[in-house]
């Protein structure tokens, strides 16, 4: 399996980036895929979580309204949408894949790849 996260970057507080995950050697029947984040300090965040099977999407409360996750099955990537950003999401930012039914969002991955960093600073 192999996943890379991209579209980090650098934005103001209330702005939006939307992050990508390619993912490659996935097997059909792994439960989903999710968004992690892990800031500086802080322990790891489970942000939401996509049911491969029908697409059904989980947010943390803390993302929830904000942060949309998304998947073009053609690319097999997955995107995550944050908008309204503020300084407080700060952090480099995983995707990882769920094999089995477990509890989302979720800070334990089965695999997982490169973060992509965010900073929300003026």
């Known amino acids: 399996v192999q996943l890379q996260a991209s579209g980090g970057g650098r934005v103001q507080p209330g702005g939006s980036l939307r992050l990508s995950c390619a993912a490659s050697?996935?097997?059909?029947?792994?439960?989903?895929l999710g968004w992690f984040r892990q800031a500086p300090g802080k322990e790891t965040e489970g942000l939401s979580c996509l049911e491969l099977r029908d697409g059904r999407t989980y947010y943390a409360l803390s993302v929830k309204g904000r942060f949309t996750m998304s998947r073009d099955n053609a690319k097999n990537t997955v995107y995550l949408q944050m908008n309204n950003l503020t300084p407080e999401d700060t952090a480099v930012y995983y995707c990882?894949?769920?094999?089995?039914?477990?509890?989302?969002?979720?800070?334990?991955?089965?695999?997982w790849g490169q973060g992509t960093l965010v900073t929300v600073s003026s």
């Open positions: 990882g894949t769920l094999k089995d039914v477990r509890p989302c969002p979720q800070t334990s991955y089965d695999d």
């Open positions: 050697g996935i097997a059909s029947d792994y439960y989903g």
